[in-house]
């Protein structure tokens, strides 16, 4: 391949030489980095070169930085992965009604098998937990906010009892970008005691064991529920 060869930025450069560091295992998670002056001097570099790579791997989430205090190497943690993807899901809903139906499929097609999943692996205890989650629901009619905010929970416990917090994590990503960015396609007023009685029909197919059954019970929820959105969408148009 021909062509000029590109001279990186400085704060590009001290970007991955940092980056270098955390991939070998030199700075773990929870180290402390090197003071701004420290690394000035290692590198040869100005603050605002060290700053802009610092910010770079803050917005990648490998580092934290709070003030008054050294960064440090940040915790693995799948949910703060998917809270980097926010801004950019953000981006895609607002901007691509391409991009928002794709995600609402690709969360049909994952909430129905880890609805099967849950049917295969659920103990009494996990059980318990639906539907202490759903009587929370039903008895928060009239609070639209923490309505939505159970329902979630509801979902997020369904995948977690995969055992798998990837699972969890992703559950929780792909109803927060629909809820945050996308009111409508999470929440019909007046439609709230239909989602309540799914739920339970949900926990229902899932107590029975059979994976279809309780694949079969998600898919009919999230669909109805998207043909809902879509019809009260219209008619407010």
Known sequence: MSGPILRRKLGEEVRLRLLAQIERGELRPGDALPSERELMETMG???PAV???MQALEGAGLIEIRHGERARVTEPSVGRMVDQLSVTMKHLL?????SLENLKDARVTFECEMARVAARR????DLERLEETVARQAAALDDPALFR???????REIAGISGNPIWSALSDGLFRW??????????VP????????EHRGIIAAIRSGDA??????????????NDLYRRDSAMHR
């Open 190 to 197: 007046g439609k709230e005691n239909l989602t309540v009685a």
């Open 51 to 53: 700053r802009e790579a």
């Open 94 to 98: 607002v901007h691509s009604n391409a």
């Open 122 to 125: 659920h103990s009494a205890g």
């Open 45 to 47: 570099v100005g603050r």
């Open 212 to 225: 279809g059954r309780a694949g079969t019970a998600m898919a009919d929820h999230l669909n109805r529920a």
């Open 178 to 187: 629909l809820n945050d960015f996308h009111v409508e396609l999470v929440s």
């Open 149 to 155: 905010r159970l329902d979630g929970q509801f979902h």
